[in-house]
């Protein structure tokens, strides 16, 4: 020790928690984290693992919840969409534990800490922009007020939104299918959960169910990625109606074209068997770009066999949300729908 440090604790001095943390509250919980592992495969210096999937959980002192929830953030995201927002307050992660649930959020493979070199895991796309933000979170529709980063590049606001988004691997297919992989392989590991997904991971929860329909109790698809067979650029399509990567249909069906003719020319003619009597719901923002064709989502869904609901936050009290809304001004209001629904089906 320091001579410096030595006359600090000597003198009773401990350190300050600055005025903008104050308002956190003193919690009483528990947490930690582990990883899923990824492929092993070979490279040019040796075994290396492929894209391992980083989670962490937290738990309230006294969990009064059936089945925990699995957060899982959009695309270019990670688990700090979930943990806090640009301003400086607690998330909606807090909030779930805080309402007795025991929660587990995942950095989706090749984002946030689930490391992923190229060399293994493929080429990755565009870094998230300035510009791309601005016009998915601070779309100029009517009634949008909710937003903390209107001030454009430069404002604060939105270098902290931007700070926390890496780049979408580019290869969508495969990137819904580590995603489906490694967040199976979890519920394997903790048992029976409620997904709750954003944006860009909203195929994730299709695709879990469809792997562990056992496992998976509900899917909470907040503006989920869509609306079904979109292309969003090239190689990210989504091919399998909600998902890039393959899903299981009845009748089985094998070509991604010929899925699509033959839903498009009869909407119930395959169906989801892994979907069937599992609680969904599509949540939108009031004021989102996704509102306008979220919809489509709850429509695809429910012709193949399922039994999705949609909600709209603006007529349940939570108004002038766009995409983001968990990182928005009012996200202590717009969680409550949210946490009101999970309460009713878990």
Same mark, same amino acid.
């Given at each position: 020790?320091?001579?410096?440090?030595?006359?600090?604790?000597?003198?009773?001095?401990?350190?300050?928690?600055?005025?903008?943390?104050?308002?956190?509250?003193?919690?009483?919980?528990?947490?930690?984290?582990?990883?899923?592992?990824?492929?092993?495969?070979?490279?040019?210096?040796?075994?290396?693992?492929?894209?391992?999937?980083?989670?962490?959980?937290?738990?309230?002192?006294? *969990?009064?919840?059936?089945?925990? &929830?699995?957060?899982?953030?959009?695309?270019?995201?990670?688990?700090?969409?979930?943990?806090?927002?640009?301003?400086?307050?607690?998330?909606?992660?807090?909030?779930?534990?805080?309402?007795?649930?025991?929660?587990?959020?995942?950095?989706?493979?090749?984002?946030?800490?689930?490391?992923?070199?190229?060399?293994?895991?493929?080429?990755?796309?565009?870094?998230?922009?300035?510009?791309?933000?601005?016009? &998915?979170?601070?779309?100029? *529709?009517?009634?949008?007020?909710?937003?903390?980063?209107?001030?454009?590049?430069?404002?604060?606001?939105?270098?902290?939104? *931007?700070? #926390?988004?890496?780049?979408?691997?580019?290869?969508?297919?495969?990137?819904?299918?580590?995603?489906?992989?490694?967040?199976?392989?979890?519920?394997?590991?903790?048992?029976?959960?409620?997904?709750?997904?954003?944006?860009?991971?909203?195929?994730?929860?299709?695709?879990?169910?469809?792997?562990?329909?056992?496992?998976?109790?509900?899917?909470?698809?907040?503006?989920?990625?869509?609306?079904?067979?979109?292309?969003?650029?090239? #190689?990210?399509?989504?091919?399998?109606?909600?998902?890039?990567?393959?899903?299981?249909?009845?009748?089985?069906?094998?070509?991604?074209?010929?899925?699509?003719?033959?839903?498009?020319?009869?909407?119930?003619?395959?169906?989801?068997?892994?979907?069937?009597?599992?609680?969904?719901?599509?949540?939108?923002?009031?004021?989102?770009?996704?509102?306008?064709?979220?919809?489509?989502?709850?429509?695809?869904?429910?012709?193949?066999?399922?039994?999705?609901?949609?909600?709209?936050?603006?007529?349940?009290?939570?108004?002038?949300?766009?995409?983001?809304?968990?990182?928005?001004?009012?996200?202590?209001?717009?969680?409550?729908? *949210?946490?009101?629904?999970?309460?009713?089906?878990?």
């Amino acid at each position: 020790m320091s001579e410096g440090a030595a006359t600090d604790v000597a003198e009773g001095r401990v350190a300050a928690l600055p005025a903008e943390f104050e308002h956190y509250p003193v919690r009483a919980v528990r947490r930690g984290h582990f990883w899923i592992a990824g492929e092993r495969v070979e490279s040019e210096r040796g075994t290396v693992q492929r894209a391992p999937l980083f989670v962490e959980w937290e738990a309230p002192e006294e *969990i009064t919840r059936p089945y925990p &929830l699995v957060l899982v953030h959009g695309g270019g995201g990670q688990i700090t969409d979930w943990r806090g927002t640009p301003d400086g307050r607690p998330g909606w992660s807090d909030k779930f534990v805080d309402a007795g649930y025991l929660v587990y959020l995942v950095d989706r493979p090749a984002h946030g800490r689930s490391w992923a070199h190229p060399d293994v895991v493929g080429t990755p796309g565009a870094q998230f922009s300035y510009e791309m933000a601005m016009g &998915l979170f601070d779309t100029e *529709i009517d009634g949008h007020d909710q937003s903390l980063w209107s001030g454009g590049i430069g404002d604060p606001m939105l270098d902290q939104l *931007i700070s #926390g988004m890496g780049f979408l691997p580019a290869d969508l297919a495969e990137s819904h299918r580590m995603d489906q992989d490694r967040i199976s392989r979890l519920l394997d590991r903790i048992g029976p959960a409620v997904l709750v997904t954003h944006s860009a991971g909203g195929p994730t929860g299709w695709l879990v169910a469809d792997a562990r329909p056992e496992l998976v109790k509900a899917h909470v698809a907040i503006e989920p990625m869509g609306p079904p067979f979109h292309e969003f650029g090239p #190689g990210t399509r989504l091919d399998w109606g909600i998902a890039a990567s393959p899903l299981t249909y009845d009748p089985p069906v094998s070509d991604a074209a010929a899925l699509e003719a033959a839903v498009t020319e009869n909407p119930g003619s395959h169906t989801l068997p892994a979907l069937k009597d599992l609680p969904v719901v599509v949540v939108v923002g009031e004021t989102s770009p996704f509102t306008a064709w979220a919809p489509l989502m709850v429509d695809y869904v429910n012709a193949a066999g399922g039994s999705a609901e949609f909600l709209n936050l603006g007529e349940h009290g939570a108004r002038g949300n766009g995409h983001a809304m968990m990182l928005e001004k009012n996200s202590d209001e717009a969680i409550v729908p *949210i946490l009101e629904w999970i309460g009713r089906i878990s």
